[in-house]
């Protein structure tokens, strides 16, 4: 259902990354690891239109964006890759100024026209999936980071969306609330939700998803099964990344 | 003192043309800051750019010079405008000069994050301004617009030299019939001073309803 080829990025002289092929089937996991600088969190910033690729198209569903369009047509593209896919983003970035319930509502009610009423229903129903209909009238400031990112995935998760994309979620969090966040996000993994997620998490990955991607350097070192890449890493670079994320992790 | 009491409705009449032209003025400036901090933010090189040289010439020119060039000066070109229309154009745009100002420094100390995130929910850019970004910098820009507002509401008293019977020309005239002159003073100062205090309590109770989520 998504289809990504010949992608390239650069920032100026810097190359982000290049020639990305990725295809992702409904109801996968895919997990992109790698070393920070490598280029996964902004290639997925580009399957939701919040970076603009330099070369390549992505599709998605019927949404389909081509660096050679025109921009009236790339805008369009995506416009609607946005309707279709959900971001759940490092920093939370949940709107301080709205209750939890707002949060999640407000796009519903202005994008889709929502009512008030169905959006609330929604938005409850949404909060109670991720345990947190008893701060449905909390402001963000008063929620914990795992509180708030979780709010951050139900106010995703009610536009309906095709494909999540999560953005290293639990990197700002502290190590006592990741398993809140991750426990969320395995519970969407087994309900069928097709996720590409960022992380340093090595036990989601491991865990949940279908397919690891290691990238390095602006491009696709290796990918395959959670057993593949752990047990039997093929590139020396990927065991090097390895090696230093458990080297941390034991000296934690 | 007792002069100030017998004519205290003639100086009430005046306090009302100083409130009408501050509360009118302040609004058009409000309209007019909104729309030049939105085109030096997101319009193109040409609109910026002249949103710019609006906002250098208004903040680098007296305000009496432009009370003149609009009373005084326009005639010239066949626009005869009354006194008050003149205050209050006059005013309006250099209020609106000052608080775009005001305005587009609490729309960038927005995070960039937030307009992120209202993006890719699928808002559209007018959208994610309405909903997101303007209700965090009106935030941001109430305290800085309060001593705005305030600061005009003691500036109205510039536009009594194009005969505009407002406060202070209300007490001049006075003054002039009954050759005594500290009194009205005094009178229209303390007049000014709780207008001052009035619309700073208002702006307080505002900002405190704006802080409730933080």
């Known amino acids: 259902m998504i289809e990504v080829n010949n992608l390239g990025k650069?920032?100026?002289?810097?190359?982000?990354?290049?020639?990305?092929?990725?295809?992702?089937?409904?109801?996968?996991?895919?997990?992109?690891?790698?070393?920070?600088g490598s280029g996964k969190s902004t290639l997925l910033r580009c399957l939701n239109g919040l970076e603009v690729p330099d070369t390549g198209s992505i599709r998605?569903?019927?949404?389909?964006?081509?660096?050679?369009?025109?921009?009236?047509?790339?805008?369009?593209?995506?416009?609607?890759?946005?309707?279709?896919?959900?971001?759940?983003?490092?920093?939370?970035?949940?709107f301080p100024h709205m209750t939890a319930l707002?949060?999640?509502?407000?796009?519903?009610?202005?994008?889709?026209?929502?009512?008030?009423?169905?959006?609330?229903?929604?938005?409850?129903?949404?909060?109670?999936?991720?345990?947190?209909?008893?701060?449905?009238?909390?402001?963000?400031?008063?929620?914990?980071?795992?509180?708030?990112?979780?709010?951050?995935?139900?106010?995703?998760?009610?536009?309906?969306?095709?494909?999540?994309?999560?953005?290293?979620?639990?990197?700002?969090?502290?190590?006592?609330?990741?398993?809140?966040?991750?426990?969320?996000?395995k519970q969407l993994a087994a309900e069928g939700t097709t996720m590409v997620v960022v992380t340093h998490e090595m036990k989601f990955a491991r865990e949940a998803a279908n397919r690891v991607i290691f990238m390095s350097d602006g491009k696709i070192q290796e990918e395959g099964t959670p057993e593949q890449f752990f047990d039997q890493t093929k590139t020396e670079r990927a065991r090097r990344f390895l090696r230093q994320i458990e080297g941390d992790a034991a000296t934690e | 003192m007792e002069l100030v009491f017998q004519n205290f409705e003639f100086l009430l009449t005046g306090a009302y043309y100083t409130l009408l032209i501050t509360v009118v003025s302040m609004f058009f400036g409000l309209i007019i800051g909104m729309i030049v901090a939105i085109a030096r933010l997101k319009g193109n090189w040409l609109i910026s750019n002249l949103a710019k040289v609006y906002v250098s010439i208004i903040r680098g020119t007296p305000i009496l010079v432009q009370i003149f060039i609009i009373y005084f000066g326009l005639p010239d070109f066949g626009i005869t405008l009354g006194p008050l229309t003149a205050a209050f154009i006059a005013l309006s745009v250099n209020i609106g000069a000052y608080l775009s100002e005001t305005f587009r420094g609490a729309i960038l100390s927005v995070p960039k994050g937030q307009t992120e995130a209202a993006q890719s929910l699928g808002l559209t850019p007018w959208q994610t301004m309405r909903q997101v970004?303007?209700?965090?910098?009106?935030?941001?820009?109430?305290?800085?617009m309060g001593n705005t507002f305030v600061g005009i509401l003691k500036e109205t008293s510039l536009v009594s030299v194009v005969t505009v019977t407002e406060l202070l020309r209300s007490a001049q005239l006075l003054i002039a019939q009954y050759y005594v002159a500290m009194p009205f003073y005094i009178a229209i100062a303390i007049m000014y001073w709780v207008m001052s205090t009035f619309f700073t309590y208002i702006l307080g109770r505002i900002e405190a309803r704006l802080s409730k989520a933080y």
């Not at chain 1, 920032?11 to 070393?35: A, M, T, Y």
């Not at chain 1, 025109?70 to 609607?80: H, V, Y």
């Not at chain 1, 998760?157 to 999560?166: G, I, N, S, V």
């Not at chain 2, 209700?135 to 109430?142: D, F, G, K, S």
């Open chain 1, 102 to 185: 707002e949060n999640v509502t407000m796009a519903p009610m202005i994008v889709k026209k929502m009512s008030q009423t169905q959006a609330a229903e929604l938005g409850e129903s949404l909060l109670a999936k991720v345990g947190l209909s008893q701060k449905k009238n909390e402001y963000p400031s008063r929620l914990s980071g795992g509180q708030q990112q979780r709010v951050a995935i139900a106010r995703a998760l009610a536009m309906q969306p095709e494909l999540m994309l999560f953005d290293e979620p639990t990197s700002a969090l502290d190590p006592e609330l990741t398993g809140e966040v991750l426990a969320v996000m």
């Open chain 2, 133 to 144: 970004v303007l209700p965090q910098a009106a935030r941001v820009a109430i305290p800085p």
């Open chain 1, 60 to 94: 998605i569903g019927d949404a389909s964006w081509d660096a050679s369009q025109n921009a009236a047509s790339k805008k369009q593209a995506i416009q609607q890759i946005r309707l279709l896919t959900g971001m759940v983003f490092q920093s939370f970035n949940l």
């Open chain 1, 10 to 36: 650069s920032f100026g002289d810097l190359v982000v990354f290049r020639d990305i092929h990725l295809h992702i089937q409904s109801r996968e996991i895919v997990v992109l690891v790698g070393p920070s």
